[in-house]
């Protein structure tokens, strides 16, 4: 029984010990209007689903859980946001080239239409963020629709 509450104790203290690590979640920052939001090419009803399924790992604007501040959860939280992030940042959209606005595309339609985005880890706390088959190929049609103007 003893040791039972010896290590208890330990775990404790570890969880406790963890927390002072830091989390390296990025800090969110200003767009200075490279954002997707501020593109010409963008409509209403696919941006807002971005916002709910894909801006808080692929974006600068970041809604962070209560459990972002709990370690090892924030963590994790850093790692899915830092890489999304580097394939991927809406709050960048307007940095990119045509030539790799149209390569994110590409990835955005296999991505969709193959269900890996978002992932299966972010919709089991963010149930709203999951894509059903009507907003599906209301994106992948943007997709389609916005390559085709960009190369235009």
């Not at 404790?12 to 200075?32: A, C, H, R, W, Y």
């Not at 209403?44 to 971005?50: G, K, M, R, Y």
């Not at 809604?63 to 709990?70: E, F, G, Q, T």
Request: net charge neutral; proline share 4%; aromatic share 8%.
């Amino acid at each position: 029984m003893k040791a039972i509450k010896i290590i208890i104790a330990g775990l404790v203290l570890i969880f406790i010990g963890v927390q002072f690590i830091p989390t390296g979640i990025p800090e969110n920052k200003s767009d200075e209007g490279k954002s997707i939001v501020n593109d010409s090419l963008i409509n209403s009803p696919v941006l807002e689903q971005f916002r709910k399924s894909c801006f808080d790992c692929h974006s600068n604007q970041v809604n962070l859980p209560w459990y972002s501040k709990v370690a090892p959860s924030s963590w994790l939280l850093a790692g899915h946001i830092n890489e999304g992030r580097s394939y991927l940042n809406f709050s960048e959209w307007g940095a990119y080239s045509t030539r790799e606005k149209i390569g994110l595309l590409e990835d955005i339609r296999d991505e969709v239409s193959a269900g890996k985005m978002p992932l299966k880890s972010y919709l089991l706390v963010h149930g709203e963020a999951r894509l059903d088959s009507a907003q599906k190929s209301s994106i992948l049609k943007w997709v389609d629709d916005t390559s085709s103007r960009i190369l235009e």
